[in-house]
């Protein structure tokens, strides 16, 4: 596949996203267990190429992704994610649809009326029981809607279609690394054969987190990103590159998540004297944190490509 042709697939997958978002009364979010096989079979030829290509959207601010159920081993529940293009007037709608729907599903099981605000303040604490159930999924929607709107206002720059395309001509490589073969058997062949990076032993020795300690009560009483968030918000760049040293944070999702969190940092640093004295600190853990994810993505080229 050529450059320009991978662009177009790219902005294809966009475009289907959008379509589905428009159907505000159906359901109007698709997620990563269904949009393979329902919406996407057609423009991609395997469910890891799929989620590989709406990452390069996500990091381009095409589209947003949602958790919409955080995964969890211990009861087997597999992680869901939505997908939302990341456009005002969409996700608005979006929004109003699912305040009401919120606001539904509480009175059924509460037995009682409630403004979305309200509802949104008494849950907020509970929102890791809620897991997996329909007001919990409802829920964790409502709530990021809501902060995907208050990014595009602060940076409306950043989701014009020239900065977006800019960006996501970054991440495509010049030279076909994804080449879909020319002929349907070929193709079914191919996706046969494919070795799963993430099932490797390799994968999952890389992937496992130093969980000792009282680091392991923090990870299961409030999860690894909140974790990192904290410590981003107290500029505490010394505690996060000792956490990555120590392999506190290890998981390649975990990784991505702090590497853009930087980059986020990193821009807001132009406008933040504050933030402005740690702008070395940032780049060095930044550079830290990509060396562990190229890790990932070479295992990937081994096994998948």
């Not at 902060?147 to 395309?165: G, K, L």
Request: net charge neutral; charged share 35%.
């Amino acid at each position: 596949m050529e450059k320009e042709n991978l662009l177009d697939t790219l902005l294809r997958i966009r475009d289907r996203i959008k379509e589905i978002n428009n159907n505000v009364y159906e359901e109007a979010i698709p997620t990563s267990d269904i949009i393979f096989r329902k919406y996407l079979n057609d423009l991609v030829y395997s469910e890891d190429m799929a989620r590989y290509y709406l990452k390069l959207l996500a990091e381009s601010n095409f589209i947003f992704m949602i958790q919409i159920v955080k995964p969890d081993t211990i009861l087997k529940i597999p992680g869901i994610d939505g997908y939302v293009v990341a456009e005002l007037d969409i996700i608005e709608k979006l929004l109003a649809v699912y305040n009401q729907r919120l606001v539904t599903i509480y009175e059924a099981e509460k037995r009682k009326l409630a403004g979305v605000e309200t509802i949104i303040r008494e849950l907020m604490p509970k929102v890791k029981e809620l897991n997996n159930t329909p007001l919990g999924k409802v829920l964790n929607i409502c709530i990021m809607l809501e902060q995907f709107t208050r990014i595009i206002h602060e940076r409306p720059d950043h989701f014009q279609d020239a900065y977006r395309i800019s960006k996501l001509k970054q991440f495509i490589p010049e030279e076909d690394e994804f080449k879909e073969p020319e002929e349907e058997h070929e193709k079914i062949q191919q996706v046969e054969e494919i070795r799963r990076a993430v099932d490797t032993e390799e994968y999952q020795q890389l992937s496992k987190m130093n969980l000792t300690g009282n680091w392991a009560k923090a990870v299961e009483q409030f999860g690894v990103q909140f974790l990192i968030r904290v410590h981003l918000r107290k500029y505490e760049f010394d505690v996060l590159k000792k956490l990555l040293l120590q392999k506190r944070i290890a998981r390649e999702e975990d990784l991505i998540f702090l590497r853009d969190s930087l980059r986020k940092m990193e821009e807001r640093s132009l406008f933040n004297p504050e933030l402005k004295k740690y702008l070395n600190e940032i780049k060095e853990l930044k550079r830290i944190v990509q060396i562990k994810i190229n890790q990932f993505y070479l295992i990937r080229k081994k096994y998948e490509g």
